[in-house]
């Protein structure tokens, strides 16, 4: 077993070993990998927090030794919680770990805080809808819910189609409290979309841009398209 971390600002994560493959997720500075394969130019990965899998750039892998890796994995983190911040020669975007309090970065608490969630969601308003991405300069949906939980003391999975079978039923929209996750339904009932409840009207989520809509039985309402956008399918509490 090999081990990497991530050098750079931001890094793609690929489906294949293709530069023409969909990029499924992104790395973070500093964040860990370990290495499950590889092929000309390319390295099979899975990231340490949440498991998820995909391909490399071969000369963006940085590899680091197996007591490098744990000592990094016993370090404690601290988290950008500005849009960017400038550190040691990079550009980071929030959401990012560091590995010493300096100053635009926090401490992620012990106990999931719904409200700390939700200060953080709004930071990243107006960022750029990415496929697979999870920074300020390019979001998916449930990359978005993943880093602003993380940022409150909640691990999340990387997809929408994970992150749904994480906490409680919430049976009616005027029990919806802040926080709450909403989740949206393709014409087979597949979770294809994920946003964060302000309250029991509104919602914070990545479409287009990182945006505030409203909810209603029928799913999200965007006024300036005036028409529902997602179909509403289910509603969970995190815990």
């Known amino acids: 077993m090999s081990y990497g971390i991530c050098d750079l600002s931001v890094m793609p994560i690929r489906k294949e070993a293709s530069h023409t493959s969909e990029m499924v997720s992104q790395l973070l500075y500093n964040e860990l990998y370990e290495v499950l394969d590889e092929k000309p130019g390319w390295y099979q990965i899975k990231t340490v927090e949440d498991q998820y899998e995909g391909w490399i750039q071969g000369i963006q892998h940085h590899e680091i030794s197996e007591q490098e890796f744990l000592d990094f994995k016993g370090k404690q983190r601290y988290l950008v919680d500005r849009p960017t911040l400038e550190y040691d020669g990079q550009i980071l975007s929030i959401g990012t770990a560091v590995y010493e309090p300096v100053t635009g970065t926090m401490t992620i608490p012990d106990c999931f805080t719904p409200t700390l969630m939700l200060d953080f969601a709004q930071k990243l308003l107006q960022a750029p809808y990415l496929w697979g991405g999870r920074s300020i300069f390019g979001i998916d949906c449930s990359g978005f819910v993943q880093l602003c939980s993380r940022a409150a003391g909640k691990l999340l999975p990387r997809d929408a189609s994970q992150q749904v079978n994480e906490g409680e039923l919430v049976y009616f929209l005027p029990e919806i409290q802040p926080g709450d996750l909403a989740f949206f339904g393709n014409e087979e009932s597949r979770i294809v979309h994920v946003g964060m409840m302000l309250d029991t009207e ?34 969970k509490r995190l815990n």
Request: hydrophobic share 30%; no cysteine; aromatic share 6%.
């Open 202 to 235: 509104r919602i914070i989520h990545a479409s287009g841009k990182v945006r505030i809509d409203y909810l209603d039985q029928t799913g999200i309402f965007n006024k300036e398209r005036n028409e529902h956008t997602h179909r509403l399918q289910v509603i």
